[in-house]
């Protein structure tokens, strides 16, 4: 029954993403048309989760959101989060690597709706890509989100922060909101199967962007992060408690 209702889940995916795909085009005459539309399926997919596969999420610390747009900084363990994301948080853009954007249909929907795409190789200049990129999804009124790890990490590991999310809340005047949630203990990296259960994601308060250098902030929200994990990890089938 697992793999029937993944089945279900994946055909429901890829019809919807070519559909949607179609209503992406007129919706960016709109201003942030494209983003509705992409928050639009992510609602549809959570909901085939939820209801074909049985994997939902619960969500602890919501009183936390700003009212004014932010910088979300996430655990990233599966493609689960930039889905949910989008429903638990106001309109936003990801910040992803460019190769993304030659993914039929979704990579194209992905730079369209002004997904901010960097060059992992391009070293330093991959930062000024950062910057101007975000600074412009600012004066958009986007939120921005971005996984401080840069990659997907298996449950109970940690990778290294980088200091992109810092770099952003100084220069824009952005406050970061913490977000920690076990959702690589149902959805496992490169997985084609996704596990039913309840996903928890829990919401820190906001780091105020004057608070510190980007050292001091990025450590900050490394420490509150990694303390959150540690306490709601190893509820999923997949689940491995931090060291």
């Known amino acids: 029954m697992l793999l029937l209702r993944n089945l279900v889940y994946w055909l429901i995916l890829s019809v919807s993403a ?3 795909f179609a209503f992406v085009l007129p919706a960016m005459l709109v201003p942030q048309g ?4 992409g928050r639009a399926w992510a609602r549809l997919l959570l909901w085939s989760l939820k209801n074909i596969v049985g994997l939902n999420y619960r ?3 919501r009183e936390n959101i700003p009212a004014e747009p932010a910088i979300i900084c ?3 363990q599966s493609g689960w989060e930039t889905l949910a994301l989008q429903e638990i948080f106001p309109l936003q853009v990801y910040v992803a690597k460019k190769e993304l954007f030659k993914i039929p249909f979704f990579g194209w929907g992905l730079k369209m709706a002004k997904t901010i795409g960097i060059d992992r190789k391009a070293g330093v200049k991959a930062t000024s890509q950062l910057m101007e990129q975000g600074l412009a999804r600012k004066k958009d009124g986007f939120w921005i989100a971005i996984f401080p790890e840069g990659t997907r990490i298996k449950p109970g590991e940690r ?12 220069l824009f005047e952005m406050d970061m909101v913490p977000v920690a949630h076990n959702s690589g203990e149902f959805w496992p990296k490169n997985s084609f199967l996704k596990y039913p259960g309840t996903v928890t994601v829990r919401i820190g308060a906001p780091i105020r962007w004057q608070g510190g250098s980007e050292t001091e902030l990025m450590a900050e929200c490394e420490n509150w992060i990694e303390s959150q994990q540690a306490e709601i990890g190893g509820q ?3 689940g491995s408690n931090p060291a």
């Open 59 to 61: 969500v602890e610390g």
């Open 159 to 170: 990778g290294r922060y980088k200091l992109g999310a810092a770099k952003m809340a100084k």
């Open 236 to 238: 999923g089938p997949f």
């Open 18 to 20: 070519i559909v949607m």
């Open 34 to 37: 494209a983003n509705k539309i």
């Open 74 to 76: 996430s655990k990233h």
